[in-house]
């Protein structure tokens, strides 16, 4: 999150201008009585306020935002039923960690690891565990953390002195960085080159050693859509074993993957089935379909989770292994999980994410039409392409595209790629459940609206390309 600091004039009690703000039909019965001044911006008000005041106050305010369900640059869900809305109220205010006060919550929440243990091909679905968390962030945290321990634990002889790293690509979300530094581990990051936009099996098993905790494989690059061959690098990784003895486990941060490719693409293997896959994580709250914020952190077995990690509390007077970072939490979102798990059941996933996949697909191929862009994804892995300007195209960039479309209400992101790719600046759209064939055929008539006046254009308008869009991965 963002630190935010203080405005420069906290201290100042004068905001005359304050009382002109407020809305007098915002008052009780009426209109002018002791309508005297809004609460102040930045410190406490000296009284309270009424809760139709307090609330319309805030409301008008978050207008302001843009709307989520025309954000296209977030994988996290925009909508669900009203009736897993109403669940969710109802459930809001119990505490996720108190599993001995609310034991239903906590089976919900068992049943969960267990239909992910089976989704995802556990060799013995009773026998994996898993977990809960506020999201992929966590969940990465404690798989990270789980690689390490286990490392550290069979080279006890030269930990602490060695150091041990982490091979990933450099397409990785930034939660991975952050374990990476919050836990004194090297990121071996290895960069984009040419067309290859993600982690290859190949330069997996160069970089590793006898001080490798893990590979990271990505099932869906938050940069362009596309899945990491998790089958070829854990072939590398065997290959890699027969030759050195180092044997290095797969964690398989399948954030919004995991969740698509057991329905959709069911020939695909990257998950328990293959034995060097120790660990997956996935978030609820994207293409599992949950409000934010809930994710999901399995392990084959509890071999692959070293005991001193797990915490153990009190549970119907019996024991409740726990693992996580953070502690009180709502049990809103894992209720949510598991009605839209009741809900929609395998069918009803693939019907909803093969829905996602087409409207990507279709959109990216409207949008390649049109002869201004150039497509690097096609929809065809998760709903989710990235696309750039043509070759011939000089009028405008990305960035242009993208403040413009923001005008008329889209949030699409444009954004540069890492290293080795710093040349290459693309426009991403993510479809999600809610992102229907009217709204992408509404976003394309924009886009057509647009396109003649971004081709008259002299040059590209965009000098800082950083400050460009407010979108950052």
């Given at each position: ?6 405005p ?18 915002y ?16 410190k ?8 139709m ?37 109802e ?17 919900l ?22 977990c809960?968390?506020?999201?992929s ?58 067309d290859?936009?993600?982690?290859d ?6 970089l ?9 494989a ?18 590398a ?16 941060d399948?954030a ?6 057991p ?45 001193e ?8 007077g ?64 998760l ?91």
């Amino acid at each position: 999150m963002p630190l935010h600091k203080g405005p420069a004039d906290l201290a100042s009690d004068a905001e005359p201008a304050r009382r002109l703000s407020f809305n007098p039909f915002y008052g009780e019965a009426d209109p002018v009585g002791g309508m005297t001044e809004a609460p102040p911006r930045h410190k406490l008000p000296d009284g309270p306020t009424a809760p139709m005041s307090a609330y319309q106050l805030v409301h008008d305010e978050l207008m302001l935002d843009g709307n989520s369900r025309l954000n296209l640059a977030t994988f996290v869900t925009t909508w669900m039923e009203p009736q897993a809305a109403v669940l969710m109220g109802e459930c809001r205010d119990k505490n996720m960690i108190d599993k001995d006060e609310y034991p239903r919550t906590a089976e919900l929440e068992r049943r969960c690891v267990a239909m992910l243990a089976d989704l995802w091909n556990a060799p013995d679905p009773s026998a994996a565990v898993g977990c809960s968390t506020t999201g992929s962030s966590e969940a990465c945290m404690l798989a990270g953390m789980a690689l390490k321990r286990r490392w550290a634990k069979r080279n006890a002889d030269r930990y602490p002195g060695a150091r041990p790293n982490l091979v990933m690509g450099v397409n990785v979300q930034v939660c991975w960085e952050k374990f990476c530094n919050f836990w004194e581990v090297e990121a071996r990051l290895v960069p984009m080159q040419g067309d290859r936009f993600h982690l290859d099996a190949a330069t997996a098993a160069e970089l590793c050693d006898e001080n490798t905790i893990g590979v990271v494989a990505v099932l869906g690059s938050t940069f362009d859509g596309s899945y990491e061959p998790v089958a070829e690098i854990c072939a590398a990784l065997d290959e890699l074993q027969e030759r050195t003895g180092i044997d290095v486990p797969v964690h398989v941060d399948g954030a919004s993957g995991a969740m698509i490719a057991p329905f959709l693409d069911k020939d695909l293997v990257w998950d328990f089935r293959l034995p060097r896959v120790a660990s997956i994580n996935t978030s609820g709250h994207k293409y599992g379909l949950v409000y934010p914020g809930v994710g999901w952190a399995l392990w084959r077995s509890p071999e692959e989770l070293p005991e001193e990690l797990v915490f153990r509390v009190n549970y119907l007077g019996g024991d409740m292994p726990t693992f996580a970072l953070n502690f009180s939490r709502p049990g809103a979102q894992v209720v949510a999980q598991y009605y839209t798990f009741l809900r929609l059941g395998r069918a009803g996933y693939r019907a909803v994410q093969q829905t996602s996949r087409d409207v990507a697909r279709d959109l990216a191929g409207r949008i390649e039409a049109l002869g201004d862009f150039r497509l690097l994804t096609r929809g065809d892995q998760l709903p989710v392409f990235a696309f750039t300007t043509a070759p011939d195209v000089t009028a405008f960039d990305v960035f242009d595209v993208s403040r413009r479309l923001r005008e008329a209400g889209w949030l699409v992101p444009a954004y540069t790629f890492p290293a080795d790719r710093e040349d290459l600046s693309v426009l991403r759209i993510v479809c999600r459940n809610g992102f229907s064939t009217d709204l992408a055929n509404l976003l394309v008539e924009d886009l057509e609206r647009l396109l003649p006046e971004l081709r008259r254009q002299p040059h590209p308008f965009t000098d800082d390309k950083q400050a460009a869009t407010s979108f950052h991965h």
